[in-house]
Structures are given as C-alpha cells and as structure tokens.
C-alpha cells in the first residue's frame, strides 16, 4: 500500500514522515549517509579516485599533458574539469552532448577548484611561456542518486592528492624535452576543499545530504563549501527564499562535516602507502 | 559607499512581450522577455509553464560559464514568476550583455526583473541582485574596483520584496564566515534602494504612457 501511494502522491508520502522528524529512508534531517572512498583505483590515469555517498557514485581520473601557456599567464598551467552525466546514471539523461545540468556541474567544480586555490597553477608549469601541465580532470558519474557535487568534490580530493607527476627536463634553447615516466613526484595540496548540499522541502524543512528523490520533489538547494575555515562557495540557485539565521545555520552544519570528511580523505590516502 | 547609478529603460525592442535596458554604473544588459509561448514538445509540463533563459554574451557564442548564469537567472525567474498559471507553455528569458564592469551577474537579474514587470506577467513577488566586492584591504564595497586583480572575493545577493529572505547567493573567491555575514547585510540593505528604483521607473513609465 505504502508503495502506491508513494508513487502517487509523492510529496505527501514525505510529507507524512517529515511532519514526524523523520525522513523516508530512516535518516533525521541532519544525517548524512555513508561515504566509501577508494583511491588510485584506475591504474593508467595519473591520479584518480571513486566516492559513494549512499548510492550516488562518481569515479574521478586525472591525465596530465603538455600544453602552452597562454601568453596572459606565462608560468602557469591549466586545470579542467569535466563532468560527464551518462544515461547509465539516471533515466533523466539520454545520451548525445552534454546536458545543461552536466555544463553547469562541471563550472561549478572548475569555480570552486579555483575559489579554494587547494592547486598553484604556478606549479604546474615547467618553463614560463613555453611548457605547462594541463590536468584534465574527468568525472563519470556512475549511479546519480542525488548530492552529486558532494561526491564529486570528495572523489577530485582524492584523486588530486594521488597524483603524481613525471619529471621532465627540458630544454628551452632546442625545444627538447626528456620525460622520466620512472621517476615520479606528488603534486602539492595547498588544501581539502568539502562541500555539503542542502535541500528546502515543502518551504519548511531543510534536509542534509538529499537523496535524488528528494531533490526532484525539493524546492531550493544549497550547496556550501568549506574550505578548513574559510568559506569558499555558498550556491544557492534560486528556488525557495530563506532567511539569513538559516543560511548561516547550514554553514555551521558543514563545519563539523568538513573535519570528519578531511580526516576520511587523509586516512584514504594513508591506506594506499 | 555609494552604489553605481542606476538607469534603465523600458520597451525598447517592439518584439518581446517585456522589454529594458539597465545600467549599473558602468554594467549594461537587455533583456526582453517572451511570454507565455508555445513550447517545445520535449520541455512540456503539464502543471506549469517551463521558463527558459538564454544569455547571450558581448561577443563569440556563449560558453559553458554562460550557461551557469543562465541556469542561475533560469531558476530565480522560475521562483518568482506564477508559472502555474500558465500550464503547457513556455515563458523565455533572453539576455543580452551589452558591457560587463564587474557587476554583470546582478545587473541580468535586476534587468530580468524588470522585463518581467515591463511585460505584465503575474509575478509572486519581484526580486533585486546586488553584488558585493571585496578589495585588497578587506573593505566590502558595492563598486568595483577598476582593477579586476584587486579582487579578492565577489558575493551576489538575491532577494525577494515581501519578506526580504534570500532567494539565490553565488560567490566567488575565498572569504571568512564573519566576511560573509557582513556582506549579506550590507547588500540586504542595499535591495532596498533597487526596489524603490523599480517602483520609481514603473510610475515613470506609467506617466510617459498616460501622455500618449
């Protein structure tokens, strides 16, 4: 009974459990679900790293190659995200190009990669002008069941702080370059950006860590990332108008949350030496 | 701390449904609206009219960071206006950048509001972007600096006219909880003048009509 009358009237379905403090699938509003990360997990990218959070997974692999700098930024190089949402994923993507939302995904990723300076462009070039590091960061999500930037923001952490980068001499004079694919060093982490979304339900009610059910039938999100004590990203597209007591409260939320997810990408990374 | 003038004009392409040109300081965009519309057979709701937005950028095509303002002002638009009314149609949002000083993303909102009202669709409430710079001697000003570098972070604010809550932040740049805090009021007060702006051009509008 209870299965009709969910797919029937949905939003009272949550309704009725919201109204009780409690959400459809045995979690309080402010519990998140359980995060695995998995790090290094594709052998030929030069870093990489898959998270699931509940359901929702995302695979992260990131190739490095040569390019030019550009001639504004002489000595640095480049970082581009790109997140691919197949149709595996979710009934709501077919395939073709890129979907709006997979566009609008990827920016934000590439905003707060930048925001968070958690990588120095200048340390990726090799020599200023002629030879830089272009890291293409790719995200493939696997199972979308909602808070697909949270797991999208653990799994680039994680396969950033496994990259490792060959070195490479070379010579300016000849335009020579000598890659030594043995001999590979770590690139630097400046910090562990972590993000957290959240949802408006019913103009009321805000839910931590959505399921994809309950982004669909939600009237607003927010989605804020943290950055150790700094706050570098707090998107909040439309939807429901909030006050301000309750916009801060979600950043005190993320506060805890982002120690506990530091600690799990730190332990992660320790496991693989 | 005084705000960019603001200057705007209404109904100046005779196509769109709602039509404005604004100006913040040395920010302008137009923006006209088209509504309610026929819509494509695979963006059809059955519930509520699906609204459109498409931003067009100075020059070149637009790019994906275009189609994250799109996706922005898409929503925004989307919570104000009573798309219930009108079920199984369209209502689209075109915006075109005619000059960015800074201050681009709350100009487009602001002149999105303002085609909305120019164009008479029933709206649940009108809603004001203000922008909010912060400079390299951590001072919060509403003008940008002239020098883009000096730029250390960016808050855009978006807020409704009847209970002034917050519909829609983006930021840019990394910044302190205290920092933030500050800037949302700064620009929470600041909404308020752009409403008493929208009110003044809509009676002046309405005057210039009654002369004709």
């Known amino acids: 009974m209870a299965v009709e009358y969910k797919t029937l009237h949905p939003q ?90 997979a566009q609008v995904l990827s920016q934000l990723i590439a905003d707060i990669i930048k925001n968070s300076n958690c990588v120095d462009l200048k340390d990726l070039c090799l020599h200023p002008d002629k030879l830089a590091w272009c890291l293409f960061i790719d995200f493939i999500c696997l199972d979308f069941d909602g808070a697909i930037i949270d797991a999208c923001i653990i799994a680039l952490m994680g396969a950033l702080k496994t990259v490792t980068l060959p070195t490479v001499d070379y010579d300016a004079a000849l335009d020579n370059k000598l890659v030594n694919i043995e001999e590979r060093h770590p690139l630097k982490i400046y910090s562990t950006p972590v993000s957290t979304t959240y949802i408006i339900f019913d103009d009321k009610y805000i839910l931590t860590d959505p399921t994809v059910e309950e982004e669909n039938l939600c009237s607003g999100l927010v989605t804020i990332v943290l950055n150790a004590d700094e706050v570098c990203c707090v998107h909040k597209p439309g939807g429901t108008a909030l006050n301000e007591g309750q916009l801060f409260d979600c950043i005190q939320k993320s506060k805890k949350r982002s120690k506990y997810i530091n600690e799990l990408i730190v332990s992660a990374v320790k496991a693989l030496n | 701390m005084e705000k960019g003038e603001l200057q705007c004009k209404f109904g100046i392409l005779s196509r769109p449904d709602g039509s404005v040109m604004l100006s913040e300081g040395n920010t302008t965009v137009i923006a006209g609206i088209y509504g309610p519309v026929e819509v494509k057979m695979q963006k059809v709701l059955i519930e509520k009219a699906a609204v459109e937005c498409h931003y067009r950028p100075k020059s070149g095509l637009p790019g994906v960071e ?120 700064i620009c929470m007060n600041e909404s308020k003048n752009i409403f008493s702006f929208f009110k003044k051009s809509l009676f002046e509008r309405e005057e210039k009509g009654k002369k004709k």
């Open chain 1, 12 to 101: 009272k379905y949550y309704n009725y459990y919201l109204a009780n403090n409690i959400r459809p699938d045995g979690r309080e509003f402010d519990k998140y679900r359980p995060i695995v990360l998995n790090v290094n997990s594709v052998e030929t990218a030069d870093g990489s790293a898959i998270c699931k959070i509940g359901q929702t997974t995302v695979i992260c692999g990131i190739k490095a190659e040569f390019c030019r700098p550009k001639a504004e930024t002489p000595n640095e190089g480049f970082i581009v995200p790109n997140l691919e949402l197949p149709p595996l994923c979710s009934p709501k993507f077919k395939p073709g190009p890129p979907s709006d939302q």
């Open chain 2, 66 to 185: 275009d189609r994250f303002y799109e996706s922005i002002i898409r929503n925004i638009c989307e919570t104000a206006l009573a798309a219930s009314m009108f079920p199984r149609s369209a209502i689209s949002v075109v915006i075109q950048e005619m000059q960015n000083s800074g201050e681009l993303i709350s100009c487009a909102i602001n002149a999105a509001c303002l085609a909305c009202l120019d164009s008479g669709i029933d709206m649940k409430c009108m809603f004001a972007a203000v922008s909010c710079f912060l400079g390299e001697n951590n001072q919060l000003s509403l003008v940008p600096p002239v020098n883009r570098k000096e730029i250390k972070a960016t808050f855009v604010f978006v807020f409704d006219n009847i209970c002034g809550k917050i519909i829609a932040s983006h930021t840019d740049g990394k910044f302190s909880e205290s920092l933030y805090e500050e800037a949302l009021y």
